[in-house]
């Protein structure tokens, strides 16, 4: 009795793995998009919301953005983001004695953010955010307008993510109009 397996049993179980991966590879990969999109935004989203409440809290203009080497905020959303009392003389640059509330990690040059006109949000003591009105979205490396994530910022301060309303599998802004990666 043998105990090995023959040529051709192990030739049709290479086969059947081979096939199984080429089927579940592009769904992994899209899975992964996916979450990079979702989680990445979602990062954004809770700054803005933290930042907004200690703005309140505290009594004092708080801002969010991404900090240059000479303490600026420059627009460069993928860089990491900053939050920090913005108290002092020069609004949009963390001046000396400023509180850095919060910082994240940068999320990869390879993503990108679209439609992000603004270098920074900054929220008042009442929690506005007036003149900072933007929809920020944020595109995977692929540019695939089906993994495209947003935040929608209003002029009244309140933050909220884009959905897919009508079902299409793309998420729209606040006109109903497809975020889009590549224009």
Request: with cysteine.
């Given at each position: 009795m043998?105990?090995?397996?023959?040529?051709?049993?192990?030739?049709?179980t290479?086969?059947v793995?081979?096939?199984?991966?080429?089927?579940g590879?592009?769904?992994?990969?899209a899975?992964i998009?996916?979450?990079?999109s979702?989680?990445?935004?979602?990062m954004?989203?809770k700054?803005m919301?933290f930042?907004?409440?200690?703005?309140?809290s505290l009594?004092?203009r708080?801002?969010v953005?991404?900090?240059?080497s000479t303490?600026?905020c420059?627009g460069?959303w993928?860089?990491?983001?900053s939050?920090?009392?913005?108290?002092g003389?020069?609004?949009?640059?963390?001046?000396?004695?400023?509180l850095?509330l919060a910082?994240?990690?940068p999320?990869?040059?390879e993503?990108?953010?679209?439609?992000?006109t603004?270098?920074r949000?900054t929220?008042?003591?009442d929690?506005?955010?007036?003149?900072?009105?933007?929809?920020f979205?944020f595109?995977?490396?692929?540019?695939?307008?089906?993994?495209?994530r947003?935040i929608i910022?209003?002029n009244?301060?309140?933050?909220?993510?884009?959905?897919?309303?009508n079902?299409?599998?793309?998420?729209?802004?606040?006109?109903?109009?497809i975020?889009?990666?590549n224009?």
């Amino acid at each position: 009795m043998n105990a090995g397996f023959t040529l051709v049993e192990l030739m049709v179980t290479v086969a059947v793995v081979v096939i199984l991966i080429t089927i579940g590879i592009p769904g992994f990969n899209a899975l992964i998009q996916r979450y990079t999109s979702e989680s990445s935004i979602d990062m954004l989203h809770k700054d803005m919301h933290f930042a907004r409440a200690e703005a309140v809290s505290l009594g004092k203009r708080v801002t969010v953005c991404h900090l240059s080497s000479t303490n600026e905020c420059d627009g460069n959303w993928l860089d990491g983001i900053s939050v920090f009392v913005d108290d002092g003389d020069n609004v949009g640059e963390l001046d000396g004695g400023e509180l850095v509330l919060a910082q994240s990690a940068p999320l990869g040059s390879e993503n990108s953010f679209k439609d992000s006109t603004r270098d920074r949000v900054t929220f008042t003591p009442d929690g506005l955010s007036a003149g900072f009105a933007a929809t920020f979205v944020f595109c995977p490396s692929s540019g695939d307008n089906k993994y495209a994530r947003g935040i929608i910022l209003s002029n009244i301060g309140r933050a909220r993510a884009t959905i897919d309303a009508n079902e299409d599998g793309y998420h729209e802004d606040s006109n109903g109009n497809i975020l889009t990666c590549n224009e």
